[in-house]
């Protein structure tokens, strides 16, 4: 290699630092850019080169021209042969839970029926499993080359991927053409690591250094005149120069100054037409085997490209002779004895390119057409020949749209939307049958509904208004517009497209899956019309089901989180979601969301069940991960597991789920439901825990106010944004938004304190000027958590009812309070309610109390404020160890003797231990029996 000094030193440089011994070896990140021709390729090869003889692991990928819409072409080129001749059952071992999730992206294995997973879940296990391979292989030189060709899927998780290299026993090499890199590589453009913040750029060769190379090729007798004139028509292209020495030995032209004319001709015989006119020499047949070697892409099989190009077995291999003869094509993509031949390979991609270019338009089509044809006769899938199908003209060919739809269902089974919906778009064009053209561009719905969601809804409006008569098909579409129009803050169209389509549907069984599904974007519509009537639709229909389908039970769900909202007794609102969970319910059904079961373990935290709600939550998030969905689906499951952690007063466990749920809302964007949910409960956290600035920055940071979601968001996004304006002292502003719900809410008959507490916020904010209405807000309150039931919202309430009454009444007020609460779940409110009374009554033990329930709740503030009043007046801080975290065989014993007396205990005086074992149980006084059964189960 010429003039390369600067970069091989770089390599042995980050390759001493990936083999060496003790704690300064690690990885690294290497890129190199530069135009075509400039010796990238050149450079790679001789890095795997010295990688090998480091005795380094080597995985090596290279993107292609031609198959830059095949998706994971270049992860599989990378991961494959690392697995290669492992069997299934091995496989399965050593991928573990991730092998359904990226075994299909692999080419491992078949996709599995049912929901694919999401886009990020699927980089999460390709994170894994290189990961995985690395650490089990290191040292590990990953190298691609020609990234700039390399298909989105694998070139945006590389660039993801990239900087874990650094902590990784890896190095990771790239090249590519910085003019051609896509915008979703720039991670490529700025790598941290030893190139420093910018990719090192390959410079052309000077002039001192094509004259070495010709005098190695011609022999030192050639003159100067004769190596300038090379320099310059080549620009100094290293491969540009040495093809053209190698075209003048092969003339047996001197290298004299003569001769120096004729160079800038053989230099135009290596691109554009000089390259076809040589190629042409080589006869029709070798000029058919190029035109089909070039359109096949990389990788070449001979006997795929010989079918192509309509020759036979001698024909082809005395063409493929021919052009090795000539440069045009090498012998295979390995370079070195430790790699593996694959195939036939161009000798540049520059020589590819110019020979793909000048096949004649409608033969470069039919071409593709013989190459997709000849693929699937391989036995190599519909997958790889969709790219070529791509490149067809239409012909109202039903074997291109059988085969394209079959090739885009397997791409979005193994997590490739954007190749499916490529390869769906353009079977509508081919054009499919006039029966089959609805289930087309239902499938089209169905792999844009990710990334493009007006397109999905433009889609599936169309399948609709095609004449067919397939029920089930026409159900399937309805039921996905209205999802997409439900995710898209559409709620009231996705309503009405359900109403249209129940008042023409005569099967009872499929109207009522219409039904379940309206009911349950009704229940999301945070401007829902007429909500009390549909309670009372609902309400009729559930009572009446026997939750015999998944169906039935998705309806009687949905009329437990109804009765909720309404505040209905809480033994009716557990009874109906006891219906419901009597069978195990499916978090990651193929044919409906998630929202429905989220809904059905939500009711247990509001009916003091929180233990319960984490135990639905546990295995649906474990659902999630096994089925590869880590965008939304796992950021809505942390962070409601967070506010449910929140409402037990576990607040540093809280807060770490609330963040982790953000992080990944992050990735799905801001002001979407998912973001929203993530914010407000992380916001909610954080003034409990009494950081009050650090939520407001929080707040600012992510544009959390107005204007507020269509959909419904729990806790209610307008209510928390008035209770961290309350905690900021803006109180007139606190108001404005706490009427604001009140008129949002109140026509909707949504009354449960439990589940927004709007009133009781209303009240401690017009405490000051208008002490009577603050009491009867509160004093509603108290009247809407008695009628639910449940202790903590009771307690709740009670606390903030003292906090606004005549001085006279809050004792009494607040002794209630406490009871209810410390034979309940809901620490933090439990440590509210202490500070209140102990402050109150001047009691030391009550606010020591306090102070040892707000530190077990990660109260900080709390325990700040009530340790300032307990020193006051001159109590001692609390010197005992903090309680245990797990459930003590005391707390056990207590809690059994209270499943066994149907005593409740006296109002003043809770017993402290039975109320520690509500806490860690998850759970109120009268669901102890089962919580109990829980945990025995957990423990066994």
Known sequence: MVERDTELAIVDEALDQLTGPGPEAGGALLAFSGPAGLGKTTLLAELRRRAHARSCTVLAARGGEQEQSQPFHVARQLIQPQLAGTSEQELRAALGGWYSIVGPALGLCAPEQGAPPDPQGLRDGLDWVLTHLVVKRAPVTLVLDDAHWADPESLSWLA????????????????????????????????????????????????????????????????????????AVTAGNPFEAVELTAKVRGRGLRPVEENAPQLADLAAAQRGSGLVARLERLGPSTVRFAWACAVLGTAIPQDIAARVAALGTEEAAGATTRLRDARILSAAGSTSDHEPETGLEFVHPLIATGIYRAI????????????????VDAGLGSSAAARHLLETHPENDPWVVRTLREAAGENLRAGAPDAARRQLARALREPPDFDERAAVLYELGCASLLTEPANTVNHLRAALAEPFDDPTLRQGIVIRLAQVLAHSDRLAEASESLAREIARTPDVRARLRLQSEQFMWDAFNAAETDSPARSRRLARL??????????????????????????????????????????????AHEDRGFEVPVLAAMVHMYADRPGRAE???????????????????????????????????????AEE?????????????????????????????????????EAWELAQEHEFGAPFPAAVVFPDSQTVYAELLLARGEVRAAVAELEAVDRRLTPRGIQNPAWCPWQLHLARAVAADDPQRARTLAADAVRRARAFGAPSAIGQALRVAAEVAA???????????????????????????????????????????????????GADGLVEEATEILTGMGGALPSAPPRA????????????????????????????????????????RSGLRAALEAFARSST
Do not use: M, N
């Not at 459930?887 to 007396?901: G, H, M, P, Q, Y």
């Open 160 to 231: 993801a991927f990239a900087p874990r290299a650094e902590h990784l026993p890896l190095l990771l090499v790239v090249a590519y053409r910085p003019d051609e890199l896509p915008a979703h590589a720039d991670a490529f453009r700025t790598l941290p690591g030893r190139a420093g913040q910018a990719p090192l750029p390959l410079a052309p060769l000077t002039p001192a250094a094509v004259a070495a190379l010709v005098r190695d090729a011609l022999g030192d007798h050639a003159d100067d005149a004769f190596c300038k004139e090379a320099w």
């Open 360 to 375: 004649p338009d409608a033969l470069r089509v039919a071409l593709h057409g013989k190459a997709a044809a000849a693929v």
């Open 542 to 587: 559930a009572d009446r089901l026997t939750g015999r389908d998944l169906t039935e039970r998705y309806v009687i769900a949905l009329r437990a989180w109804d009765a909720c909202l309404r505040g209905e007794p809480v033994d009716v609102v557990l009874h109906h979601a006891g219906r419901v969970l009597e069978r195990p319910f499916s978090w």
């Open 615 to 653: 135990e639905l939550f546990e295995a649906g998030t474990a659902e999630f991960e096994r089925q590869g969905w880590r965008g939304a689906h796992l950021s809505f499951a942390y962070s409601l597991r967070a506010y449910i952690r929140y409402r037990r007063g576990r607040l540093v466990e």
């Open 657 to 693: 789920l609330a963040r982790s749920g953000l992080r990944l809302a992050e990735r799905v964007g801001r002001r979407t439901p998912v973001h929203w949910y993530a914010i407000a409960i992380l916001l909610t956290t954080l003034l409990a825990r009494g950081r009050v600035d």
């Open 807 to 857: 001085p006279q009444d809050r004792t009494a007020l607040l002794r209630e309070a406490v009871t209810l609460l410390s034979a309940s779940p809901a620490g933090y409110e439990l440590a509210r309610a202490l500070a209140a009374l102990g402050y109150g009554l001047r009691d030391a033990d009550l606010l020591t109390a306090a102070v040892v329930t707000a530190r077990e709740c």
């Open 885 to 924: 975290d797990w459930v003590t065989e005391e707390e056990i014993r207590a809690a059994d003797l209270a499943v066994r007396s149907e005593k409740e205990p006296e109002p003043a005086s809770p017993d402290w231990v039975l109320s520690a074992a509500c806490r860690k149980l998850g759970t109120d």
